[in-house]
């Protein structure tokens, strides 16, 4: 039951999650970012989230292919 | 049936990519008002894609996978970046045909760091041949001095 409980939420954690959690967590903030960013100070900041997702793209590849010649 | 993984894997691939379109068919469906009209253009779309599917199963075979791989993320990234941003309270220059340039930034982004990735590789692959043999390895390298004569 346990082991099924387990392997539930590792299924869950790699769809949402996927391999790093760190971009995970660069694209909520982004998300988090833009957000304020249209509604609290007004700003339409269109430009925000594809930067921050090639950031983290870039950012993503980079540290997977370190050191793998 | 006789591979047995090749059907789990399209099977899970299938029911996910499926309750997706559920998903989206509700929720479009719901939100205009009209669920049995978003739930017919399901159906028709399942029959095209499935007719599509057996028409040019031959030459899709031949795309080579990290192709489609790539293609694929490209467009997750592109609809992904442009809805997420949408949600979060963006009105996109253009609207909707933002995504006509956003999909090919991405694109040409993600080209640009494959071949960053390709050229810093075959860098690394010239400075490791031209590198001087320490004299440690050299000694290693060499047949021993008894066997020389």
């Given at each position: 039951m346990i082991a099924r409980l387990r392997s539930f939420g590792a299924f869950w954690y790699d769809f949402v999650i996927g391999d790093d959690w760190r971009g995970g967590v660069a694209v909520a903030a982004a998300l988090v970012l833009t957000a304020v960013l249209a509604h609290d100070l007004g700003v339409n900041a269109w430009w925000l989230m594809p930067a921050c997702v090639l950031a983290a793209l870039g950012w993503s590849l980079r540290k997977a292919t370190k050191g793998k010649a | 049936m006789n591979d047995w993984y090749a059907f789990t894997l399209s099977f899970k691939g299938v029911l996910l990519e499926g309750l997706e379109v559920v998903f989206i068919a509700i929720t479009f469906g719901d939100s205009q008002g009209d669920l049995g009209a978003a739930a017919l253009a399901a159906a028709a779309?399942?029959?095209?894609?499935?007719?599509?599917?057996?028409?040019?199963?031959?030459?899709?075979?031949?795309?080579?996978?990290?192709?489609?791989?790539?293609?694929?993320?490209?467009?997750?990234?592109?609809?992904?970046?442009?809805?997420?941003?949408?949600?979060?309270?963006?009105?996109?220059?253009?609207?909707?045909?933002?995504?006509?340039?956003?999909?090919?930034?991405?694109?040409?982004?993600?080209?640009?760091?494959?071949?960053?990735?390709?050229q810093s590789r075959a860098a690394a692959a010239a400075a490791s041949r031209a590198a001087p043999v320490s004299p440690a390895l050299a000694r290693a390298a060499a047949p021993p001095e008894d066997a020389v004569h």
């Open positions: - | 779309a399942v029959v095209v894609v499935a007719v599509v599917g057996v028409a040019v199963r031959a030459p899709l075979a031949r795309v080579p996978e990290n192709t489609m791989k790539f293609a694929v993320g490209i467009m997750l990234t592109a609809f992904g970046t442009f809805w997420g941003a949408e949600g979060a309270g963006v009105r996109w220059p253009g609207g909707d045909a933002a995504l006509l340039v956003l999909v090919p930034a991405i694109g040409l982004v993600s080209l640009g760091y494959g071949l960053a990735l390709r």
